[in-house]
C-alpha cells in the first residue's frame, strides 16, 4: 500500500519519513563505477585493498543514486515528484557490497516562494544508514513542493 502524495499544507518541521530498503551488491557497483566513476577502489577488490578505502566501495554517486530510487519509491511521497532546487551531500563512510541501506528524511524549514505561489520550498535532511544503522550518507536539499490547488494563494506558509 503506498502512501498518499503530500503537499506543502501536509508537511510540518520535524516530520520524518522512513524509506524501504535496498541491498548493494557488488556487481552493481562495479557496473556503475565502470559507466561513470571508473577508479580502481570502485572497480576492482584487489585494487581496492591498498586504496584509502581498505576494500571494494560503491561510488558516493551510486549512494546518491540509490538514495534518490529510496526516496521516490515511497521514502518521500511528495505530490509532483522531488523536484530539488540545491542541497548539500556528504559521505560519511563508504558503501560496501552487502550493505542494505535506508533512508529517514527530515523536514527542517518550510518557505514560500514569492515568484511562484503555488509551490512552496521545503529543507529536508535525509540520513543514509546501512544495516548496521551506521549513516553512510547525510543530503540536505531543498524541494519545490507543491500547495494544494484549492489553497495556493490564501494559506500563507
Do not use: C
Request: glycine share 8%.
Amino acid at each position: 500500500m503506498s502512501s498518499p502524495l503530500l503537499y506543502l499544507e501536509d508537511l510540518v518541521v520535524g516530520q520524518r519519513f522512513l524509506s524501504g530498503t535496498y541491498r548493494v551488491e557488488a556487481a552493481e557497483i562495479k557496473e556503475f563505477a565502470a559507466k561513470y566513476d571508473p577508479q580502481p577502489f570502485h572497480l576492482d577488490e584487489e585494487a581496492a585493498l591498498d586504496s584509502f578505502f581498505g576494500g571494494l566501495a560503491a561510488s558516493g554517486w551510486l549512494t546518491a543514486s540509490i538514495t534518490m530510487r529510496l526516496l521516490v519509491d515511497g521514502g518521500l511521497p511528495i505530490a509532483g515528484g522531488l523536484i530539488g532546487a540545491g542541497g548539500e551531500i556528504s559521505w560519511t563512510r563508504p558503501t560496501r557490497p552487502g550493505d542494505v541501506l535506508q533512508v529517514e528524511t527530515e523536514v527542517l524549514e518550510l518557505a514560500s516562494m514569492p515568484t511562484r505561489p503555488t509551490s512552496g520550498l521545503v529543507t529536508v535532511r535525509s540520513r543514509v544508514r546501512n544495516q548496521e544503522k551506521k549513516i553512510v550518507q547525510i543530503f540536505t536539499a531543498k524541494l519545490v513542493v507543491p500547495r494544494q490547488v484549492q489553497n495556493s494563494i490564501s494559506k500563507p506558509v
